[in-house]
């Protein structure tokens, strides 16, 4: 007979893993990624394999040559984050762009902490908010939705710097400018690759949810933050409701409240944790988009709240027995 | 003008409230410190391994300094000459240390100990004998996940990929007896030196019966008291069917070594194995030598003059005699 | 439907390849070896000698302190010696090695398969029959059931919760012995109960078992104060204070016994052997055993004696398969993986999994990303995460604060992990050490009470 194996219990498996979770997140982002496809055309394709290209390239070299480790590129996490990235880079962004972006997000947001598992902080992000910040022209250029037809690159602003000269100045001639409801929903609207349809996330969301992918805790916090904090600061002379909708589905929010902020890495682990980061994320990105100098504000908020999640992490779960029921 | 004697005269002022504040807190909270402990932590090595039983070099000073007698406070790392110092310091006597050194007491070598079953679990000897008795039948002998390679803070102990056992660096070795308390099994122990670094160990703990003993590992202590029968010493004792070398009283005159008919005892800083496997073709050379090639007659034959003279031979080529 | 409420997994159960096998008797073999050790606490004192001739079910080993068991013999013959044997582990047990003569039984064990339904007993009677017969928690613990049934002074029982769940994956001995042996085991319960001096029982029993539901609760119409309650699938349903949790929605605090909250509970096969022993006269000489597994030729439920050697009963399942792996004692969640098969059954051995080597080895571990599924799927509402690093970095006093002590090695932990990490390797080292300071301590503190009278 064979030398049997011998390990300690438990000898059974989920069968998850994070190659299995990565690869779900990446298919619960494609209707989004179809939205923006019929949207940008040629461009969105383009920016994304360049930035996830380049994701994978430098995890690879950074792994391989100054690290020493095995690669991890089997994980899927760099694709993942290069797909994230590319998400939230306007459509005709250079490509030269794309890679210091993708090197500041792998290199400086994930690897200087030593690989997955080990940033505090979102690596997608760390590498826009890098580009926003370094380059604020070309990343707040957006072009406007034409499809694959598109012949010159017509560009504009999001509908976001409008709302915000509305809020800011009560300039109400803007109104006109502000796009459908239906629009904003489905997706034809000027913006980064990624945030053009709620309609796209949301699903994509409910989607990881139901997969047990991610839980409700965080997303459902942030909306509700939000939606709030819309609900009540709407400028005069526009409905609330109206104004919350247009706040939810404009920006970054959508993709941030369900894909950004919910990164396993960067987010707390526990229920109320969660729900703490989730508010203060929604806080935070209003905070700034009506007081602040940006009009988006959902990349600074994550990566903020981001910061406290060592802090949110000493929340201990609810211990067994710990209060006796009568 | 007056912008400068304006700022000038606030930080004077300032900075002087602050050191009036300073200089009272400072009596308020004085700790009144033996000055002695920072001359004795001065003269320690500073490793904090912790090898003393202390947590650090500042705890074993401050014992050594509260103590009336430095009985029982050693720094393995520094030895008797740091103690001496630290003695010279304090006024008291040293106490006399003889240097130390981790010896593995088990030679289960990946040839010697056919492994039983395939370990899956976590690379710790902590986890494994926690589970079960080990990959390979032995019960008492190392388990090969290095607990005590991680134990060493000083780099001393590296874990051999041929033979799946530890080794000590004894240059590296201080004696500070973490990996001794890091093996669950107990197989190192802290021996003499000995002059010259050389001393006698039986590489073995299996306490089952010689049959048992020999069936698991075929380096393996059976319990058969040759070696004991042999020590000029008394210092060999058989006991749970394992032999037992009392370094107090062997004085490594290697007349066990070649007793032992599996290769369990061991004679460590020689050169050279004395064992009966080494003698037996020795004896029959002459048989044997016809159909050997010329290489290895020369090879025997050197193994029995270095059987035969074994003082005259090691003293010039020793492998650590290098201080 | 009820179940526990913090954490939880869901295992793929597995059941079907034993489910529904009728429980058949394993031959008697040719030499018995009976440990002295099957229970927690200390190990049984032998009270017979080299050559002393012995019956089914005569004593050969008393108790040998407060929390510690009987042994009897499962077989008659002689007693050729006592001596330390290995289990499968390889480690040392001191048993009684007994050359098998026929099939000669204590003349006191009524061996009738009629059911006893009367019982007028003391209370103090019974767990006095409870305690000769050397009955201990059959669910896998294997913790002396009259120490269990003496309630400590100033707590009493109200409830007698049995634990019919068996959430295990693969293992079905508890079903198939509900389905064969209902009527008996709901007599074991109003002994119990009586024993307890309560008036109220709830059976647990999970809802991948209808027919155990069905065939209980039907019993349990015509028995005053027993209740059959339905539970959720949920592993660690079968966990002690999971069950009580799901059967009468009470929590017990950290580090309390269930009889904190009035509650009892007991394992179905340890009931039916308190029926056995009460009403029957036999002391606990067998038990059901699942023999299972993917590729097992005749995967089963086996009547086992005590001191068979297992591989007699892989005989009667058909062997062991060609492409085995590992062989798990018990269920994959909380079982031992195996050594060798070299050991006698006992009152612990609840079951033989014989895992394929492509189910065997565990998966490549990697960096944690900190998911925070492990704290989710922790069943105590405990951080796997942070106890298993704290244990590699040796910081036991932190894991002491973070209530590792209340960790049941129910696995959830590892079993979530989609990182693969070794979490419970290190809880369960780590856990051990803090049981060593805690006991150390309270030694201490002892001590120097003492010291101050």
Redesign the interface.
């Given at each position: 007979m064979k030398n049997l194996i011998v390990a300690p219990a438990p000898h059974a498996h989920s069968g998850d893993s994070v190659r299995k979770n990565m690869l779900l997140v990446i298919a619960a982002l494609m209707p989004a990624y179809a939205v923006s496809l019929a949207a940008f055309g040629w461009g969105a394709l383009i920016v994304t394999l360049i930035s996830i290209a380049a994701c994978c390239a430098t995890e690879w070299l950074i792994a391989k040559f100054i690290l020493k480790q095995q690669p991890t590129l089997c994980d899927c996490s760099a694709i993942l984050t290069g797909l994230l990235l590319a998400f939230n880079l306007p459509s005709n962004l250079p490509w030269w762009l794309i890679v210091i972006g993708a090197v500041v997000a792998i290199g400086v947001g994930k690897m200087t902490f030593g690989g997955l598992g080990q940033n505090p902080f979102n690596p997608a992000l760390v590498g826009r908010v890098f580009l926003l910040i370094a380059y604020p022209v070309q990343m707040t250029t957006w072009p406007l939705p034409q499809g694959f037809n598109a012949v010159d690159a017509a560009t504009g602003a999001t509908p976001l710097a409008y709302m915000k000269q509305i809020v800011k100045n009560g300039d109400m001639s803007l109104m006109d400018k502000l796009p459908d409801l239906q629009d904003a929903f489905f997706g034809f609207m000027g913006g980064s690759l990624g945030e053009v349809s709620a309609l796209a996330l949301i699903a994509g969301g409910i989607f990881l949810i139901c997969t047990k992918v991610i839980t409700w805790h965080i997303p459902v916090s942030i909306l509700a933050t939000v939606a709030a904090f819309a609900a009540l600061g709407a400028p005069a002379g526009m409905c609330p409701c109206h104004y919350t909708a247009l706040t939810l589905c404009t920006g970054g929010i959508m993709l941030g409240a369900f894909f950004m902020a919910t990164d396993y890495v960067t987010s707390p682990m526990t229920g109320w944790g969660k729900i703490i980061f989730g508010i203060g994320i929604g806080l935070i990105v209003m905070v700034i988009r009506t007081w602040g100098a940006y009009p988006e504000g959902m990349s600074f908020a994550i990566l903020i709240m981001n910061a406290t999640v060592p802090l949110l992490n000493k929340i201990r779960p609810k211990r067994f027995g710990e209060v006796v029921k009568k | 003008m007056d912008l400068i004697i304006i700022s000038l005269l606030v930080l004077g002022v300032t900075g002087l409230v602050a050191a009036i504040l300073l200089f009272f807190i400072a009596q308020k909270f004085k700790v009144e410190e033996d000055p002695r402990i920072d001359e004795v932590q001065a003269v320690l090595p500073g490793a904090n391994c912790g090898g003393c039983g202390f947590a650090g070099c500042r705890a074993l000073a401050e014992a050594c300094t509260k103590a009336s007698s430095l009985d029982g406070l050693l720094c393995p790392v520094g030895g008797a000459p740091v103690m001496e110092k630290v003695g010279a310091i304090l006024g008291m006597a040293a106490p006399a240390g003889e240097p130390k050194v981790a010896v593995i007491r088990c030679n289960g070598t990946c040839e010697a100990r056919p492994k039983t079953s395939e370990y899956n679990g976590t690379r710790s000897c902590a986890i494994m004998s926690a589970m079960y008795v080990g990959e390979s039948g032995c019960a008492y002998g190392c388990l090969g996940c290095g607990d005590c390679v991680e134990a060493c803070a000083f780099g001393a102990l590296k874990m051999n990929p041929e033979t799946g056992l530890p080794e000590v660096d004894e240059n590296l070795c201080t004696s500070c007896g973490k990996c001794v308390k890091a093996c669950p099994r107990h197989i190192i122990e802290l021996r003499k030196k000995g002059e010259n670094n050389q001393r006698m160990v039986v590489k073995c703990l299996n306490q089952d019966k010689g049959p048992a003993a020999k069936k698991v590992c075929a380096n393996a202590c059976i319990g058969c008291g040759l070696c004991a029968k042999v020590c000029p010493q008394e210092a060999i004792t058989v006991a749970n069917n394992v032999a037992y070398i009392d370094f107090d009283k062997c004085v490594v005159c290697r007349e066990c070594e070649p007793q032992c008919p599996t290769g369990a005892l061991w004679g460590m800083g020689f050169p050279e194995r004395l064992s009966k496997t080494a003698a037996a073709p020795a004896q029959e050379t002459e048989a044997v030598s016809t159909d050997k090639d010329e290489k290895f007659d020369s090879a025997i034959a050197a193994k029995i003059q270095a059987i035969k003279t074994p003082r005259a031979v090691f003293p010039a080529c020793l492998p650590y005699n290098n201080k | 439907m009820n179940t526990f409420k913090?954490g939880g997994?869901h295992?793929?159960d597995n059941k079907l390849y034993s489910a529904h096998q009728p429980i058949i008797e394993c031959g008697l073999p040719k030499q018995a070896i009976i440990p002295l050790a099957q229970h927690i606490g200390a190990p049984a004192k032998p009270v017979v000698q080299k050559g002393d001739k012995v019956k089914v079910g005569q004593l050969i080993a008393e108790a040998g302190g407060f929390v510690s068991a009987n042994v009897h013999s499962g077989v008659s013959g002689t007693v050729t010696k006592i001596d330390v044997t290995?289990d499968a582990?390889?480690?040392?047990m001191p048993a009684v090695f007994i050359d098998v003569e026929g099939d000669e039984w204590m003349e006191d064990i009524n061996r009738t398969s009629d059911v006893l339904r009367e019982c007028a007993m003391e209370p103090k009677e019974i767990i006095d029959k409870i305690a000769k017969a050397g009955i201990v928690g059959l669910g896998g613990a294997c913790f002396p059931t009259h120490v269990k049934l003496c309630p400590p002074p100033g707590q009493k029982a109200e409830v007698l919760i049995v634990n019919g769940v068996e959430c295990e994956?693969y293992l079905t001995c508890d079903h198939q012995l509900m389905l064969e042996h209902g009527e008996e085991i709901m007599i074991g319960i109003q002994i119990t109960m009586r024993a307890l001096g309560i008036n109220r029982a709830v059976i647990g029993i999970e809802k991948n078992k209808p027919d155990a539901i069905a065939r209980m609760t039907e019993l349990a119409h015509k028995a005053l104060g027993i209740e059959v309650k339905p539970l959720k699938l949920k592993y660690p349903q079968g966990g002690e204070?999971q069950l009580i949790?799901a059967c009468i929605?009470?929590?017990?605090?950290?580090g309390?016994l269930p009889i904190s909250?009035g509650a009892v509970v007991d394992n179905v096969a340890t009931i039916f052997a308190i029926y056995e022993a009460v009403q029957k006269n036999k002391p606990l000489i067998s038990r059901v055993m699942t023999v299972t597994g993917k590729s097992v030729k005749k995967p089963g439920n086996y009547l086992v004696r005590f001191g068979t050697p297992l591989a007699q009963v892989i005989e009667m399942a058909g062997g062991?398969p060609e492409d085995?792996?590992?062989?798990?004692g018990g269920g994959?969640?909380?079982?031992?993986?195996?050594?060798?098969v070299d050991m006698p059954a006992h009152k612990r051995t609840s079951g033989l999994l014989f895992?394929p080597?492509d189910e065997?080895?565990?998966?490549e571990v990697?960096?944690?990303?900190?998911?925070?599924?492990c704290?989710?799927a922790?069943?105590?509402?405990?951080?796997p995460?942070l106890l298993s690093r704290m244990s590699e970095l040796k910081m036991y006093d932190e894991m002491e604060q973070?209530?590792v002590m209340?960790c049941i090695?129910c696995?959830c932990c590892?079993?979530?992990?989609?990182?693969?990490r070794?979490l419970?390797?290190?809880i369960?080292?780590g856990k051990?050490i803090v049981g060593g300071n805690i006991r150390a301590r309270q030694a201490a503190a002892k001590a120097a009470a003492e010291a101050k009278k």
């Open positions: - | - | 913090i997994v295992p793929k290995t582990w390889g480690m040392k994956p204070k949790d929605g009470r929590q017990v605090a950290s309390a909250v062991i085995t792996g590992k062989i798990i994959p969640m909380m079982g031992r993986a195996m050594n060798s895992l080597e065997s080895r565990r998966g990697a960096n944690c990303i900190r998911c925070g599924k704290v989710t922790c069943p105590m509402g405990l951080e995460y973070h209530n209340d090695d696995g590892m079993f979530t992990c989609p990182s693969h070794p419970l390797d290190y369960r080292s051990g």
